[in-house]
């Protein structure tokens, strides 16, 4: 009975933390997405940050956010990763939620950020 109870609780854990977030994505694998053109990538840094230097091809949620089911693709399995500051901001969970709300399935997360973005040494578009 123990056990059993162990396991229930264990279960309930792991989906509150899987509904509060999203699965994470590394900084290679993006950049493999966004080589081979299979990602819309969204930065959730607000504005003055995405014109200093965002992920390469990355749509500024500040500004597109209110829009974002027209800069979005059409297929809605299509890979869709937003990201922010760095592993503790959560302000990417904006258009997360939004992507995920408008339908689409396959959202995740470069828990990196920005800053692990920069500290791997890749390169920022302006």
């Known amino acids: 009975m123990k056990k059993l109870l162990v396991f229930a609780l264990s279960l309930v854990c792991a989906s509150s933390l899987m509904a509060a977030g999203f699965e994470d994505i590394s900084i290679a694998d993006l950049k493999k997405a966004i080589a081979d053109k299979k990602v819309t990538v969204i930065d959730v840094n607000g504005a003055s940050s995405y014109a200093a230097g965002h992920v390469p091809t990355a749509i500024d949620f500040a500004t597109k956010g209110k829009e974002l089911a027209s800069v979005l693709p059409a297929d809605k399995n299509a890979l869709v990763v937003a990201y922010c500051g760095g592993p503790s ?30 500290s791997a040494g890749e390169q920022l578009e302006k």
């Open 89 to 118: 901001c959560n302000a990417y969970q904006a258009a997360a939620k939004k992507a995920v709300a408008l339908g689409y399935t396959n959202v995740k997360h470069l828990s990196a950020g920005i800053s692990g973005w920069k």
